[in-house]
Structures are given as structure tokens and as C-alpha cells.
């Protein structure tokens, strides 16, 4: 009998890729589906916040693709999803409106306007091109110098932007994408990046990236380009993020080169350290505690409950739980586990040393028995 | 000529901030592997300390002294507190703490102060400007430009003669050997910190010379020099600090003369261009030595 488990990456057994595609994808169905019925129960008033919330995960998902199986911190999330969103408003902004906010767009794009899956596409599709031009010269970095040139990248995303006057109007606030990102569009995605996510995890693709992550030297000698093993993390990173990205300026509608710096890149990178880098599922968990201490901490900064106003002590409250974690559980709340269909006895490797000793697993499971 | 020497000038002044900036934070990395995202934070800090002490008509010389201690107790303070606990983590873990000390540093500042900008009185003397011939040179150029040469021969001389900088050294080499031949590691570890707060303090003053204004997101902004001029100079040795540094400011300075108006907008875009493009040519930075230096 096959059963959804928590289990560190990929199970022993026949089918194992399909086991950890679908256990991830049926965990994201299932926060959907809460979602849904929440906000069936409680009226529309949280719409707004739960879109917000789900694409922000998406977001996580995406940079847990590359943090987690390369081991490097990045910080250009912001940088690609500017980049998908610019590119998805470019295409969908409707002609008449198009006329007002762009006026100097080339005549190709003038008359365009695409409904919401091609503008994902097309907004995943150019951050991809703009993670694979900024990686393959990036990607020979790691450590610490990769992540300073990862802020180079959103640094030099976002002034890119702000001076492509043509495309973006410039710094200032873009407007008119049709507002047509809704529930099932937003976790729908969710779901489908989940499963990308996953996908690469369990594929070859992402077992070479953790071969480089884990011991680069033996990993180049046993015929593993390290470059090429993170370009491909990174390229699903760049790609995810854009399509969150097209999503956002659908839910938005309107936007400026601020709405994708260094204050956004905060959250997503705290939730990630919650949930745990190298867990897919990590991404969503952390999402969601994340986003649920900000929403129980807000009557606080905003001085309800007879409480005078606090601005700033969620941004500490950040700050302060993200070095208490990162002393105290750095692996954050997942580990390295995800969401799995496994046969119900199948045999499990233990978390706790390294995942390699099935067979005390198989122990411990007969003792509970 | 006059152009030229006013170039270089301007290049020097720059670059001796953004050398000074280098040095607190290569201190770090040297010591434990910290790549300081708060150390800006300290920064507007010390701009919070002026702003608070302006009322009280203190003489100059007193307020310098005091924001400096005042970043030297701020930097000891989350040296202790949120550094040291982690000082056997890999550099990324660490890297990602002072992003949280940064965050937290800032909301403190949000909450005390409030996210307008406010504005840092600084003695007017230091905006005289001098006109030499052609060349205008402003006494706060001056000073910068003395205060980086004393904060280099200052930390040289911590460095290379004295005692505890011979333990700083020995640990950045090999933390582990130098604990084993009696170097007490979290001491020394402190040391660093507290000579770390020494610069920041020195440095905000120049900065908030220069700026006018502190408001609790502007530390982003020397965060990024500083990033930019280690890496630059290579990670971790005061030299390549000290290089990264003026090559910075002599870039800025070339790019601000040269550079058509149209395209200035792109200054930082092309600063971490110029980044990215040495680190592929010499991994090791420009001054580094040419062994990983990460652990």
C-alpha cells in the first residue's frame, strides 16, 4: 500500500521520482484547497493576502531550486522576478492603455495583448534568458564571492529596468496589466512549480548539483561539470521566479522598479531559512509560517488591541528570529524532507545520519509495531 | 593638468572612504569568515547618535569621540551576541546572521527614531571649500583623506606590533592551530570587533559629512561599497581592503568625469560590472592572494 511520508530525499523503491513529484504536489494541492475553503468560510476579505501568499511561495519554491541544491545563497530573486514581471506587462497590458503608459514601445508589441498563461510564459521564458546570461559566468563562483555578485545581479537588474524608459517607463509606476490573477491561477501555479521543483530535485540533474554542492572536487573528478550542474538549478530558479513574477503584475496591476529590490528579498529569503533550504516542502512551510507570524503580529505595528503603534517590531521580530533559527535549527523546519508516496514498509533513510542507514529505520519501525 | 589633479583628488578622497569602509569590514572575514551585511547599519547608528546628541551644543571633537565609542559598543554588543555563538559555522550561515543583525539594527532604528529622514548637523568648516589655482579641494576631502591614511597606519600598527594583533593574525590564518598554541579565539575575536567599531565610527563621520542625512534604510548604500571593495581588493587581507577600496573610488571618480550624462544613471550597474568582471579574470580579487580563502 503506497502512503504520503515525510522522508529525506529520494526513497529507496521503483518509482521513487514519481513518489516525491506528486507527495510535493499533493502537499501544495492541499494548502490550496485550505485556501480555498477559508476563504469560503470566512468571505472574501482575505483574498488579497492569500494571492500575495501564494505567489511569494512560488517565489520560495523557485529559489529553493537553487539554493538548495547548490548550496549557494543568492540574493537576485528580486532581480527575475522584475524581469518576469516587466516581460509579462509588456505583452499584456491592453493597446488602448498600452498607447498611454508605453508610448515609445516598439510597433511589434504595440498591438499585443496576450491573456495570462502565454504572459507567464513569456515573463519565466526571459528571466530564464537573463539567469542563463548572468550564470554562465556567475555560476564558476561559489561562497561568499557568489553571493556579493548575486546582489550584483539585482543591483544591476534594477538599474537596467529603471533606464529602459521605452518598456518600463522608467522609475516610475507602470500601470494597466489586467488584474486577472486569481485563486485558482495562482495555486494552480503554486502546484505546478512545486512539481518542477521536486522534479529537478530528484532528477539527475539535481542529484549532480548536490554531488558539486556536497564535494566539488569529487564530483569533477568522478566527470561532473560544476558549471554546468549549477547552471541548470539556476536556470529553473531564474525561470519560477519569472513566472511569479508575471503572476504579481496580473495581481498588482501596477508597479514600479521598487516593488523588486532588497526590502522584498528579505522575506523570501527568511522563509526559505524557516522551511528548510534543501526541502521543496520547506519552501511552502516556510511561506506559510512566515507570512502567518506577520499577519498575527500586524495588530501589534499597526497599535490595535489597546496596544500603541509599533512600527519596525515585525521587521525586528524577523531579524531576531532568523538568527535564533539559524543558531538553533539551521536545517529549519524540513530538513532536507519532502512530501513522499512510499510503499508503507518501504525502507527509509535516517535523517540523522546523513540519510544513508535504511535499515534502522526499518528498526524503529518494527518496534512500533 | 589641473583637471588631472583635480582627478585624482577626487579619487583619493573617494577611495580613502571606501578603503576605511573595506578595512572594518576584511577585519571580519579575517577573524571568522564574516561577510558583515550589519556593518552599515552601524553606520546610520552613529548618524542616530549625532541627531541625538545636537541638542546638547556639545563642541565637535566631543561628539566625534563619543559616536565612535558609541560604534565601538554597538559592534561589540552584536559581536558578542549574535556573531560569536556562530563562530564555527560555514561563511554562508554567517553571511545570512548579519543579514538578520542588519534587519534587526534597522528596525530598532524604525522603531526609535521612525522611517523619516532625518537631518545630521555637522560643523560647517567641513563643506569650506579651498581653491588652489584651478583645483578646488573641500576641507572634508582633506581630512578624509588623512583620516584614511591614520586609520591604515593605526590598524597596521594593531596588526603588526602589538600582541593582540599578532593573535588576530595568527587566528585568521588558522583559528584552530592558534587556539591550540594558547591564542584565547573568543578574545581576540572581540578585539577585532571592537577595532572593527573604531573604523565604522571614524567612517561615519565622513560618510555623514558627506550625506547630510541618515534615515534606516540608508545603510544599504556603504554595505554595498564595502562589499563591492573587498571583493574588489580580495576577500580577507588588508591590502586587497586597501586596494578594492581606492580602485573603487578611483572607478567612481573616472566614471563620474568620463562617463556621458546619459549613462550615469548606470553608475552602480556598471561598478558591480566591473566586480563581477575581475573576480572571473583573478577569483582571488585583485590583491588576494591566489589560494581559496573561504572556508
Same mark, same amino acid.
Given at each position: 500500500?503506497?502512503?504520503?511520508?515525510?522522508?529525506?530525499?529520494?526513497?529507496?523503491?521503483?518509482?521513487?521520482?514519481?513518489?516525491?513529484?506528486? @507527495?510535493?504536489?499533493?502537499?501544495?494541492?492541499?494548502?490550496?484547497?485550505?485556501?480555498?475553503?477559508?476563504?469560503?468560510?470566512?468571505?472574501?476579505?482575505?483574498?488579497?493576502?492569500?494571492?500575495?501568499?501564494?505567489? #511569494?511561495?512560488?517565489?520560495?519554491?523557485?529559489?529553493? #531550486?537553487? $539554493?538548495?541544491?547548490?548550496?549557494?545563497?543568492?540574493?537576485?530573486?528580486?532581480?527575475?522576478?522584475?524581469?518576469?514581471?516587466?516581460?509579462?506587462?509588456?505583452?499584456?497590458?491592453?493597446?488602448?492603455?498600452?498607447?498611454?503608459? =508605453?508610448?515609445?514601445?516598439?510597433?511589434? =508589441?504595440?498591438?499585443?495583448?496576450?491573456?495570462?498563461?502565454?504572459?507567464?510564459?513569456?515573463?519565466?521564458?526571459?528571466?530564464?534568458?537573463?539567469?542563463?546570461?548572468?550564470? /554562465?559566468?556567475?555560476?564558476?563562483?561559489? @561562497?561568499?564571492?557568489?553571493?556579493?555578485?548575486?546582489?550584483? $545581479?539585482?543591483?544591476? $537588474?534594477?538599474? =537596467?529596468?529603471?533606464?529602459?524608459?521605452?518598456?518600463?517607463?522608467?522609475?516610475?509606476?507602470?500601470?494597466?496589466?489586467?488584474?486577472?490573477?486569481?485563486?485558482?491561477?495562482?495555486?494552480?501555479? /503554486?502546484?505546478?512549480?512545486?512539481?518542477?521543483?521536486?522534479?529537478?530535485?530528484?532528477?539527475?540533474?539535481?542529484?549532480?548539483?548536490?554531488?558539486?554542492?556536497?564535494?566539488?572536487?569529487?564530483?569533477?573528478?568522478?566527470?561532473?561539470?560544476?558549471?554546468?550542474?549549477? /547552471?541548470?538549478?539556476?536556470?529553473?530558479?531564474?525561470?519560477?521566479?519569472?513566472?511569479?513574477?508575471?503572476?504579481?503584475?496580473?495581481?498588482? #496591476?501596477?508597479?514600479?522598479?521598487?516593488?523588486?529590490?532588497?526590502?522584498? #528579498?528579505?522575506?523570501?529569503?527568511?522563509?526559505?531559512?524557516? @522551511?528548510?533550504?534543501?526541502?521543496?516542502?520547506?519552501?511552502?512551510?516556510?511561506?506559510?509560517?512566515?507570512?502567518?507570524?506577520?499577519?498575527?503580529?500586524?495588530?501589534?505595528?499597526?497599535?490595535?488591541?489597546?496596544?500603541?503603534?509599533?512600527?519596525?517590531?515585525?521587521?525586528?521580530?524577523?531579524?531576531?528570529?532568523?538568527?535564533?533559527?539559524?543558531?538553533?535549527?539551521?536545517?529549519?523546519?524540513?530538513?532536507?524532507?519532502?512530501?513522499?508516496?512510499?510503499?508503507?514498509?518501504?525502507?527509509?533513510?535516517?535523517?540523522?545520519?546523513?540519510?544513508?542507514?535504511?535499515? /534502522?529505520?526499518?528498526?524503529?519501525?518494527?518496534?512500533?509495531? | 593638468?589641473?583637471?588631472?589633479? +583635480?582627478?585624482?583628488?577626487?579619487?583619493?578622497?573617494?577611495?580613502?572612504?571606501?578603503?576605511?569602509?573595506?578595512?572594518?569590514?576584511?577585519?571580519?572575514?579575517?577573524?571568522?569568515?564574516?561577510?558583515?551585511?550589519?556593518?552599515?547599519?552601524?553606520?546610520?547608528?552613529?548618524?542616530?547618535?549625532?541627531?541625538?546628541?545636537?541638542?546638547?551644543?556639545?563642541?565637535?571633537?566631543?561628539?566625534?569621540?563619543?559616536?565612535?565609542? !558609541?560604534?565601538?559598543?554597538? &559592534?561589540?554588543?552584536?559581536?558578542?551576541?549574535?556573531?560569536?555563538?556562530?563562530? &564555527?559555522?560555514?561563511?554562508?550561515?554567517?553571511?545570512?546572521?548579519?543579514?538578520?543583525?542588519?534587519?534587526?539594527?534597522?528596525?530598532? !532604528?524604525?522603531?526609535?527614531?521612525?522611517? !523619516?529622514?532625518?537631518?545630521?548637523?555637522?560643523?560647517?568648516?567641513?563643506?569650506?571649500?579651498?581653491?588652489?589655482?584651478?583645483?578646488?579641494?573641500?576641507?572634508? +576631502?582633506?581630512?578624509?583623506?588623512?583620516?584614511?591614511?591614520?586609520?591604515?597606519?593605526?590598524?597596521?600598527?594593531?596588526? +603588526?606590533?602589538?600582541?593582540?594583533?599578532?593573535?588576530?593574525?595568527?587566528?585568521?590564518?588558522?583559528?584552530?592551530?592558534?587556539?591550540?598554541?594558547?591564542?584565547?579565539?573568543?578574545?581576540?575575536?572581540?578585539?577585532?570587533?571592537?577595532?572593527?567599531?573604531?573604523?565604522?565610527?571614524?567612517?561615519?563621520?565622513?560618510?555623514?559629512?558627506?550625506?547630510?542625512?541618515? &534615515?534606516?534604510?540608508?545603510?544599504?548604500?556603504?554595505?554595498?561599497?564595502?562589499?563591492?571593495?573587498?571583493?574588489?581588493?580580495?576577500?580577507?587581507?588588508?591590502?586587497?581592503?586597501?586596494?578594492?577600496?581606492?580602485?573603487?573610488?578611483?572607478?567612481? !571618480?573616472?566614471?563620474?568625469?568620463?562617463?556621458?550624462? &546619459?549613462?550615469?544613471?548606470?553608475?552602480?550597474?556598471?561598478?558591480?560590472?566591473?566586480?563581477?568582471?575581475?573576480?572571473?579574470?583573478?577569483?582571488?580579487?585583485?590583491?588576494?592572494?591566489?589560494?581559496?580563502?573561504?572556508?
Amino acid at each position: 500500500m503506497i502512503v504520503l511520508r515525510w522522508v529525506v530525499d529520494r526513497g529507496l523503491h521503483r518509482g521513487a521520482l514519481a513518489g516525491i513529484v506528486l @507527495g510535493d504536489m499533493t502537499f501544495a494541492s492541499i494548502v490550496g484547497v485550505a485556501v480555498v475553503v477559508y476563504l469560503g468560510l470566512a468571505g472574501g476579505a482575505d483574498t488579497d493576502l492569500l494571492l500575495s501568499f501564494g505567489i #511569494t511561495a512560488i517565489l520560495v519554491v523557485g529559489l529553493q #531550486t537553487f $539554493v538548495g541544491n547548490t548550496g549557494v545563497v543568492s540574493f537576485a530573486p528580486m532581480a527575475f522576478m522584475g524581469v518576469g514581471a516587466y516581460a509579462a506587462a509588456v505583452v499584456a497590458i491592453p493597446p488602448a492603455t498600452k498607447a498611454l503608459v =508605453l508610448p515609445d514601445l516598439p510597433v511589434v =508589441l504595440q498591438d499585443l495583448a496576450l491573456p495570462l498563461a502565454p504572459a507567464m510564459l513569456i515573463g519565466g521564458g526571459a528571466a530564464a534568458i537573463v539567469a542563463l546570461l548572468t550564470g /554562465l559566468v556567475l555560476m564558476r563562483l561559489t @561562497g561568499i564571492a557568489a553571493g556579493i555578485t548575486s546582489l550584483g $545581479v539585482l543591483v544591476i $537588474v534594477n538599474e =537596467l529596468i529603471r533606464n529602459a524608459d521605452a518598456f518600463t517607463r522608467g522609475s516610475r509606476t507602470i500601470f494597466g496589466v489586467p488584474a486577472s490573477a486569481d485563486l485558482p491561477w495562482v495555486f494552480g501555479t /503554486l502546484v505546478a512549480a512545486m512539481g518542477l521543483a521536486a522534479l529537478l530535485k530528484a532528477s539527475s540533474y539535481g542529484l549532480r548539483a548536490r554531488a558539486v554542492r556536497d564535494d566539488e572536487l569529487a564530483a569533477t573528478t568522478a566527470g561532473i561539470n560544476p558549471l554546468t550542474a549549477r /547552471l541548470w538549478p539556476y536556470l529553473m530558479f531564474g525561470f519560477i521566479s519569472g513566472v511569479a513574477g508575471a503572476l504579481w503584475a496580473h495581481h498588482l #496591476t501596477a508597479f514600479s522598479p521598487n516593488s523588486f529590490f532588497v526590502a522584498q #528579498t528579505i522575506p523570501i529569503i527568511v522563509m526559505l531559512v524557516i @522551511g528548510g533550504t534543501n526541502s521543496v516542502a520547506g519552501a511552502l512551510v516556510g511561506a506559510i509560517l512566515l507570512t502567518l507570524w506577520l499577519e498575527l503580529i500586524r495588530p501589534i505595528e499597526a497599535g490595535a488591541l489597546g496596544i500603541p503603534a509599533l512600527n519596525g517590531i515585525a521587521l525586528l521580530s524577523v531579524g531576531v528570529g532568523l538568527i535564533v533559527l539559524l543558531r538553533w535549527r539551521s536545517s529549519g523546519a524540513l530538513g532536507a524532507k519532502e512530501a513522499q508516496f512510499l510503499p508503507r514498509h518501504a525502507s527509509v533513510p535516517d535523517p540523522s545520519d546523513g540519510g544513508h542507514s535504511g535499515q /534502522l529505520a526499518k528498526e524503529e519501525e518494527k518496534v512500533n509495531e | 593638468m589641473t583637471n588631472f589633479v +583635480q582627478f585624482v583628488l577626487d579619487a583619493l578622497s573617494v577611495g580613502s572612504t571606501y578603503a576605511m569602509l573595506a578595512l572594518g569590514l576584511t577585519l571580519l572575514f579575517g577573524v571568522m569568515g564574516l561577510v558583515n551585511f550589519a556593518y552599515g547599519a552601524l553606520i546610520i547608528w552613529c548618524g542616530y547618535v549625532v541627531v541625538v546628541l545636537a541638542p546638547l551644543n556639545l563642541p565637535f571633537a566631543l561628539v566625534a569621540v563619543l559616536v565612535i565609542a !558609541a560604534a565601538t559598543a554597538l &559592534s561589540l554588543l552584536v559581536g558578542q551576541f549574535a556573531f560569536r555563538p556562530f563562530k &564555527s559555522a560555514p561563511p554562508l550561515t554567517l553571511m545570512l546572521t548579519s543579514f538578520g543583525v542588519a534587519m534587526a539594527l534597522q528596525a530598532l !532604528a524604525i522603531l526609535l527614531f521612525g522611517q !523619516a529622514t532625518r537631518v545630521v548637523p555637522m560643523p560647517a568648516v567641513l563643506g569650506t571649500v579651498w581653491h588652489l589655482g584651478e583645483v578646488r579641494l573641500s576641507v572634508l +576631502q582633506v581630512v578624509t583623506i588623512v583620516a584614511g591614511a591614520a586609520v591604515l597606519a593605526g590598524l597596521y600598527g594593531l596588526l +603588526q606590533r602589538t600582541t593582540i594583533g599578532l593573535q588576530i593574525r595568527a587566528v585568521a590564518e588558522d583559528a584552530e592551530i592558534a587556539s591550540q598554541m594558547g591564542v584565547r579565539a573568543d578574545r581576540v575575536l572581540m578585539w577585532a570587533f571592537a577595532a572593527s567599531g573604531v573604523i565604522a565610527g571614524i567612517v561615519a563621520l565622513l560618510w555623514l559629512a558627506k550625506t547630510g542625512t541618515v &534615515s534606516p534604510g540608508a545603510f544599504l548604500a556603504p554595505t554595498f561599497k564595502a562589499f563591492i571593495a573587498i571583493v574588489l581588493g580580495g576577500l580577507g587581507s588588508i591590502r586587497g581592503a586597501v586596494v578594492g577600496g581606492l580602485v573603487l573610488g578611483l572607478f567612481e !571618480a573616472s566614471l563620474a568625469t568620463y562617463l556621458p550624462d &546619459s549613462m550615469l544613471s548606470y553608475q552602480q550597474a556598471i561598478a558591480f560590472g566591473l566586480v563581477i568582471a575581475v573576480l572571473l579574470v583573478r577569483p582571488s580579487g585583485i590583491a588576494g592572494r591566489l589560494v581559496e580563502v573561504s572556508k
